[in-house]
């Protein structure tokens, strides 16, 4: 091997320490780590790890837009650049919640009534949108997209029970008040059916 060949050598091992080194990054008192898809944080207070996708309803996000969410737990300003399934442009400000380590999103609606606030839900990978008949979902890894209907077997889902199936698989307890089709009154578990995306009951 000549010193040539040594040269090379340690210049590829410098330049790949210092590319890895790029990818980690401290926030506050948060450690960081950029992958191809997603941020993975660490909590050094906590030790609890959890991760940002790097982009969220066709905005990418960088390490500024990062930055504003772990320091501030918002966006300074209103973001552009989002886009809904239906390819349509929308603004809309970033909120990070540190004791849930979720993002969501609060834009400016309009309306009859004037302007309205809304959530725009992003639980544990999955995009949520509350519409008038049915929760619409957007696994954000993939793409894909359900829907959970708000009436099931007469009972109303809430945005709380979607978030438990979201996150836990299962809610936490048993839902009273489903109806039969023979009218009777019963209570179940929801379970939700990652790979199928439907949800089932469990007795």
Do not use: W
């Amino acid at each position: 091997m000549t010193v040539s060949d040594l040269k090379k050598i340690e210049f590829t091992s410098d330049y790949l320490e210092k590319t890895v080194n790029q990818n980690k990054f401290d926030i506050g008192n948060y450690q960081v780590e950029e992958k191809n898809k997603v941020f993975s944080i660490l909590n050094n207070t906590s030790g609890e790890k959890f991760i940002i996708f790097k982009k969220i309803s066709g905005k990418a996000i960088n390490k500024k837009i990062l930055q504003e969410l772990l320091q501030n737990n918002r966006t300074d300003k209103v973001l552009s650049g989002f886009k809904s399934k239906e390819g349509k442009a929308f603004n809309a400000r970033l909120l990070f919640d540190p004791n849930v380590m979720k993002v969501t999103m609060e834009f400016e609606k309009n309306s009859p009534n004037g302007d309205k606030k809304s959530i725009h839900d992003i639980v544990n990978g999955y995009e949520v949108v509350e519409k008038t008949k049915v929760f619409e979902i957007k696994e954000l890894a993939t793409g894909d997209i359900f829907i959970f209907y708000k009436n099931n077997s007469g009972k109303t889902m809430s945005l709380k029970m979607v978030k438990e199936l979201l996150e836990n698989g299962k809610t936490k307890e048993k839902i009273t008040g489903f109806i039969s089709k023979d009218n009777k009154k019963y209570s179940a578990f929801l379970i939700f059916d990652s790979k199928n995306k439907i949800i089932k009951k469990e007795f």
